[in-house]
């Protein structure tokens, strides 16, 4: 999926990042309008989308040149956010279609 020049020590780190990303990636489902990463790969964390560490995965998405992952976060987050305040959700959780209510929110990045 992403392809950089890897040498040295970072090979191993390099390629485990790569495999973790490819099982972090999933597709629009429940209430989400676009592909999403979930936080983890086993464990409770696997069923929630948390907006700062989808913000840290989309820096590298983007430095391996997949950019549009900031936009489907921004549209996800949005799609569970309160229009009114601007503010969204620090955490989602797709599968029950629920996202905390304030004060667990954030009037960060995706504002619409």
Not at 8 to 13: I, N, Y
Not at 27 to 48: F, R
Not at 61 to 67: D, E, K, S, T, V
Request: aromatic residues 14%.
């Amino acid at each position: 999926m992403i392809e950089e020049p890897v040498s040295g020590d970072l090979k191993f780190l390099h390629e485990f990042i790569e495999s973790t990303i490819k099982e972090l990636l999933d597709v629009p489902q429940y209430n989400l309008p676009k592909p999403w990463m979930k936080t983890a790969i086993g464990g409770s964390y696997k069923s929630a989308c948390f907006l700062w560490d989808n913000f840290h995965m989309c820096i590298r998405l983007a430095q391996a040149g997949h950019p549009e992952h900031f936009k489907y976060l921004a549209e996800n987050f949005i799609a569970f956010g309160d229009r009114d305040s601007g503010f969204v959700p620090a955490v989602i959780f797709p599968a029950a279609n629920r996202a905390p209510s304030a004060p667990d929110v954030m009037p960060f990045l995706a504002q619409a």
